[in-house]
């Protein structure tokens, strides 16, 4: 059976069921069709497979970076809505976990 699964040439094989369906499939217009048409499909599949992993990863992607941005957005208002409260830069870089650098960073970029 090995060996027949090994061979390229439906003639060299010993079991006549399988020599049978490989001569089919490899030698007659019908099976040749057949063949085409299975592999025509699992290409297929294989496509819109490949285009819902891609279309779900970028999806992840995206959603990821806009709760980053929204996250970035919030921490700037905070900061600005504190600064025009006057906190202290030591208090907004607390309750904010941003480090007294970023605060004073934020503050120059809102020109406050």
């Known amino acids: 059976l090995m060996h027949d699964l090994r061979c390229a040439d439906p003639d060299e094989m010993?079991?006549?069921?399988?020599?049978?369906?490989?001569?089919?499939?490899?030698?007659?217009e019908k099976g040749v069709a057949e063949m085409s048409a299975v592999f025509e499909e699992i290409v297929e599949q294989e496509r819109a497979n490949s285009?819902?992993?891609?279309?779900?990863?970028?999806?992840?992607?995206?959603?990821?970076?806009?709760?980053?941005?929204?996250?970035?957005?919030?921490?700037?208002?905070?900061?600005?809505?504190?600064?025009?409260k006057n906190f202290s830069i030591d208090d907004i870089a607390a309750a904010t976990n941003l480090s007294v650098d970023e605060v004073n960073n934020l503050r120059k970029s809102m020109h406050l």
């Open 14 to 28: 010993h079991y006549t069921e399988l020599r049978d369906k490989v001569t089919y499939y490899k030698r007659t």
């Open 51 to 84: 285009f819902k992993k891609g279309r779900s990863e970028g999806l992840e992607i995206g959603l990821k970076e806009g709760e980053a941005r929204g996250e970035a957005r919030s921490v700037n208002n905070i900061v600005n809505n504190m600064l025009k």
